[in-house]
């Protein structure tokens, strides 16, 4: 297999300390020494320091001081002040780029491992959710409004617990670190409330007691729940969370409603009846797609929100996982720059036959 060649633009950037240090050096032979253009020469460091590391700048360092040395005996500059300070000036210019070199290497370093670190905590946090469990098959889509980060405030999870298919995905309030810890005390109490509460509404009060005691003021976190079992047919739980998208066989979409508002989690203690579970039928060869506000709230150039209702034919490719991702691909191309709030999609499928029940990864 032949190795990749780099990009144009890397090349042109490679080459810049080179490209300036030798067109300094035509002009000022073609110009002659009364233009002054000798220290100059320093712009090749100077590139190298930005671009390259240490070691690369002080060779071209070294490589600038040699071409002023050879341009000012050329034009006879060491007869007077003028040579001296040129040199100077390169010699100064290449420390500064080293030491540049330098920083800049370790702020690499540093982003490397902060990258990383970031990556263990998505596995933990996010987990990857099984492919298939019982008779659905499973894809998921998450995008981070914050910049370099792998996580934020919106959750998903998919349980195959001993009373169905149970799945969350929710919304934190709020952004950041905080989000992220908010997100992890959610997962963490519907992971093992999924497998021990025997109804919907148990689960649910299981995670309204857990935010309760983490959160504090007016925090809040969005959320639906859903459990598929062996009937043909979903049942929800809404806590003030956007409505699923149900995707029939002949493609059309619709947007099951809970029968009454309710308030997120973390907002029961102002008072309010908890929301009430509902049912909606979800047959084989439907689709079921649970999404974050981030999603619909999306919004153009001309700040028209995305319209998900016209994008279900997107869902149509046999593969989950691809038909997902040209949805998420439309997403970004409505939004027509970053992010301003995250985005997670969870797409299930309902296929006709049973398939093993795969447990979360790690267990």
């Keep these: 297999m032949t190795a990749k060649k780099p990009p144009s633009s890397s090349r042109v950037l490679?080459?810049?300390?080179?490209?300036?240090?030798?067109?300094?050096?035509?002009?000022?032979?073609?110009?002659?020494?009364?233009?002054?253009?000798?220290?100059?020469?320093?712009?090749?460091?100077?590139?190298?320091?930005?671009?390259?590391?240490?070691?690369?700048?002080?060779?071209?360092?070294?490589?600038?001081?040699?071409?002023?040395?050879g341009l000012g005996l050329y034009n006879g500059l060491f007869q007077e002040r003028r040579g001296f300070a040129a040199m100077g000036s390169v010699a100064g210019v290449t420390g500064i780029g080293i030491a540049a070199a330098v920083m800049r290497s370790r702020r690499e370093a540093e982003l490397a491992s902060v990258r990383s670190i970031a990556e263990v905590a998505q596995r933990v946090l996010l987990r990857p959710v099984p492919l298939t469990a019982g008779p659905l098959q499973a894809a998921v889509s998450y995008t981070s409004a914050v910049a370099e980060a792998r996580i934020g405030g919106d959750l998903y999870e998919v349980v195959a617990s001993p009373h169905g298919i149970r799945v969350i995905v929710g919304d934190v309030q709020g952004k950041g670190l905080a989000a992220v810890e908010t997100a992890a005390v959610v997962l963490g109490a519907f992971r093992e409330a999924a497998h021990d509460e025997p109804d919907l509404v148990g689960l649910g009060e299981r995670l309204e007691r857990s935010v309760d005691r983490e959160l504090e003021g007016e925090k809040f976190v969005t959320a639906i729940l859903a459990e598929i079992g062996s009937e043909q047919e979903v049942v929800l739980l809404n806590y003030g969370h956007p409505a699923p998208m149900l995707v029939r066989r002949d493609g059309s979409a619709d947007f099951p409603q809970p029968p009454s508002c309710s308030l997120p989690l973390g907002l029961g203690a102002h008072g309010g009846e908890g929301p009430k579970p509902y049912r909606v039928g979800f047959a084989p060869g439907e689709q079921l797609l649970l999404y974050t506000d981030g999603v619909t709230e999306a919004r153009d150039e001309a700040g028209r929100f995305y319209?998900?209702?016209?994008?279900?034919?997107?869902?149509?490719?046999?593969?989950a996982h691809r038909a997902l991702e040209a949805l998420r691909e439309d997403l970004v191309q409505h939004a027509a720059g970053p992010h301003h709030d995250d985005a997670a999609m969870l797409l299930l499928r309902y296929h006709g036959h049973e398939h093993r029940h795969l447990p979360p990864p790690g267990e």
């Design 307 to 319: 319209p998900l209702d016209e994008r279900a034919h997107l869902l149509k490719d046999p593969d």
């Design 14 to 69: 490679s080459g810049m300390p080179v490209m300036a240090m030798a067109g300094v050096a035509v002009v000022d032979v073609v110009a002659g020494p009364g233009v002054g253009l000798l220290p100059l020469v320093s712009l090749g460091p100077a590139f190298a320091g930005l671009l390259g590391g240490w070691r690369r700048t002080a060779l071209i360092g070294v490589a600038a001081l040699l071409l002023c040395v």
